[in-house]
Structures are given as C-alpha cells and as structure tokens.
C-alpha cells in the first residue's frame, strides 16, 4: 500500500500576512511542521503543492519535493480538495498513483508523527468490507473539525463532498489564523524545546 502526503502552501494568506513561512524555531512553518511528518513511518513519499516561487525555493533549500500548481488554485475561495486534485493528476503523470493521500495543514505546527501514526493505523484497520471507511478527518476536544490533516483513499480524494463513510481522529491542534494565534503557538513550542533540552 502506497501512502503519499501533499501540503497545500500558498505564499498570501488573508488573516496573517506569510503565515506559512514564518520562523518556528528558525525554520519556516510549514517546514516545521513538514518535518515532524516527516519521522511518520507509514508515509512513503512527501510534497508542497504551490503556486509561489519563494515557497519552491525554499523547498530545494530543505531538499522537499515540491509540485507547482497553477495560480488560479492559490486563491482566497480555492478549496483544499481543489488542490489536493491538482497535485494527484500532476503526479499521475509522473505515474505516481498512491493508494491513501494525507492532507496536511501547513498551519498545524503542534503536529507530533504519533498523531499521525495513530490516525493512520485507525484508517486502515477501518478501511475494509465489514467496516468501510474512505476517509478521516480530524476534530479538537470539542468535536469540531481542526482540519489539521484528513486522510482518504486515492477515489475519496475525487469526491467533491465528503464521503459518506467517514472516520474522525482526535487531535485538538491549532490551526494559526491570526498574529496572537502564531505568538501563542509559537511560545508554546519553544518552551516545550526548552524543556526537553
């Protein structure tokens, strides 16, 4: 079973200006949180889907596969799964077609692998006849949608709604959206660091 992850990184963000490249412990956000998945072990190939030639850049800098997407997928309205197709059919012709895409937030620097490699194991112990899933979607404490990553088969990542066989994960992350979101986040992080020194 092939496992791919794709993260959408697009250069503006509307709430907070370069959300995705600013520094969490010197290293641009969603390398950062890239990076933890990284150290997933069920995950075969990673990739930053992008519009932006700043975030390519950065990508040959850490030595990340990247897919460059066109800009008209990089706006305010773009849906994720907009994306999410995009990179699939870009990769289908490089004849890469995987079995499960994760979906991960950029946004979601609290992320630890364990996250998710227990989404992942939950997945596809569920992802058989008597008991279908196609895809899972995580939800914080209060059983709200953090979106921090959703995972689903390579027909789910089709689907333009939901699919009606759907798993949910518990995570509680943050997702940053806002300037008090990244300064809180931010600290929290280094303080772990410091702790664990």
Sequence with gaps: MKTILIMPVKKNSSRLKNKNILPILDKPMFIFTLFEAMKCKFIDKFYVSTESEEIIKICKNYKVNFIKRPKRLSKKKTEKQEVIVNALDQLKKRKIIPNVIISLQANS????????????????????????????????????????????TYKAAFQRTLSTKLGVFRTNLTDIHTKQDYLFIKKKIEKKRKKNI
Excluded: C
């Excluded at 490699?117 to 939950?122: G, H, L, M, S």
């Excluded at 997945?123 to 006849?129: D, T």
């Design 109 to 152: 620097p609290e992320l630890k692998k364990v996250h998710l490699e227990k989404a992942f194991k939950f997945f596809i112990k569920k992802l058989h006849p008597n008991a279908p899933i196609k895809e899972l979607i995580t939800i914080n404490s209060k059983n709200i949608q953090d979106a921090a990553f959703r995972i689903m």
